[in-house]
């Protein structure tokens, strides 16, 4: 059976540019700062009570979300502030936590080291690690993993908290450098 596809390529330059977001910046006189902050803040609070309802699961994306942000907001300022590249960085909206640390390795500043973010990248670089295990194998039951299911949501906890810890101190950091130096 063959299936005839008929390519209508405006169509499919309108999903190029759709991969092809540009990360807003936080100006005198616009509101993503301020926007930006609220989905912060819905987010934690989203987290907050799901961890206390007992959903683990439901943060681990949010927590990835906040933890891959906070990477591009770094690359984003290294460009604009060090680099003198573009004014909004190109961020594919499918960018992972992994491939955001690949590309702010490479142009990582002695600032950045000095601020310990090296370091706390070999740490998210574990938990990214650990995350994707603890949600891809919560129902795979094979010779090495024969937890229970209470066995696994408890990991899934420790992964969420885990996440939510260095997604703080990323920001903490993050907050640091990205000041402008006057």
């Not at 590249?85 to 490479?106: A, F, H």
């Not at 938990?127 to 994707?132: T, Y």
């Amino acid at each position: 059976m063959s299936i005839a596809v008929s390519i209508n390529k405006n169509k499919v330059m309108e999903e190029i540019v759709k991969f092809n977001k540009i990360r807003l910046e936080n100006l005198p006189g616009n509101s993503v700062g301020k926007d930006r902050y609220e989905l912060y803040k819905k987010a934690y609070s989203r987290i907050k009570v799901s961890l206390e309802k007992g959903y683990s699961l439901e943060t681990i994306p949010l927590i990835d979300s906040i933890i891959c942000d906070r990477l591009e907001a770094r690359i984003a300022w290294i460009e604009n502030h060090i680099n003198k590249s573009l004014k909004s960085t190109k961020t594919g909206s499918l960018r992972t936590i992994g491939g955001n640390i690949r590309q702010l390795k490479q142009i990582m500043t002695d600032e950045d080291r000095t601020k310990g973010l090296d370091v706390l990248l070999l740490e998210i670089e574990k938990w990214d690690k650990v995350r994707g295990k603890a949600i891809h194998e919560m129902v795979k039951y094979y010779n090495e993993h024969k937890l229970k299911w209470d066995e696994r949501y408890y990991e899934v906890t420790k992964v969420a908290y885990d996440g939510i810890n260095l997604s703080q101190k990323l920001s903490n950091i993050v907050k640091q450098l990205n000041k402008i130096k006057k």
